[in-house]
């Protein structure tokens, strides 16, 4: 069975930092560009960052630019997400999501607040 | 930035009537490679976001043929045929022809 499970997320005080994980199970994530999309409390949603199959090719919200980091290690068959100087808009759960968001997670809430 | 404007936010339908979602971008999806990258995607209560309809009107897997996509360049559409109580939730579009990718605000469909 496919599978993304996300984890690493949790109560953090403004300026802080996480980490977040996506690991894929059931198939091939290298086979796979991937995204990451938040959904902050009672919002809507909202596109965050891209990283393409190997790696190469990586895009981000402006939102999130300059603090965020995408990054993959197709061995582990797992994605990452580096959230650093984290402010209290950045609550939100975040969902990684397959290709052209094909399939996602059930999410990992991170929760900016001091 | 792609601006996605989604009509009407708020859609209450009776059980077994159709419904329609309007999704409107502020510039044409029709990427260089031919594609429109318009999705739809379903989000029920306290779940994760599941793509129904990708590319403008290619319904994914598993989901029922009582919902379809259409429309080109900057007006789309989702319809659903006869609403079920299982369709009940929140229905957005997204354009993944330009970046950032950008979604439309959201419509809630709730049963009346």
């Known amino acids: 069975e496919e599978q993304l499970v996300e984890s690493g997320g949790g109560l953090v005080q403004p300026g802080g930092s996480l980490r977040l994980s996506c690991a894929a199970s059931g198939f091939t994530l290298s086979s796979y560009n991937m995204n990451w999309v938040r959904q902050a409390p009672g919002k809507g949603l909202e596109w965050v960052s891209y990283?393409?199959?190997?790696?190469?090719?990586?895009y981000y919200a402006d939102s999130v630019k300059g603090r965020f980091t995408i990054s993959r290690d197709n061995a582990k068959n797992s994605l990452y997400l580096q959230l650093n100087s984290l402010r209290a808009e950045d609550t939100a759960i975040y969902y990684c999501?397959?290709?052209?968001?094909?399939?996602w997670g059930q999410g990992t809430l991170v929760t900016v607040s001091s | 930035d792609v601006v996605m404007t989604q009509s009407p936010l708020s859609l209450p339908v009776t059980l077994g009537q159709p419904a329609s979602i309007s999704c409107r971008s502020s510039q044409s999806l029709v990427h260089s490679d031919g594609n429109t990258y318009l999705h739809w995607f379903q989000q029920r209560p306290g779940q994760s976001p599941r793509r129904l309809i990708y590319k403008v009107s290619n319904r994914d897997s598993g989901v029922p043929d009582r919902f379809s996509g259409s429309g080109s360049g900057t007006d789309f559409t989702l319809k659903i045929s006869r609403v079920e109580t299982e369709d009940v939730g929140v229905y957005y579009c997204m354009q993944g022809t330009h970046w950032p990718n950008t979604f439309g605000q959201g419509t809630k469909l709730e049963i009346k």
């Open positions: 999501a397959r290709g052209y968001m094909g399939y």
């Open positions: 990283i393409s199959g190997g790696g190469r090719t990586i």
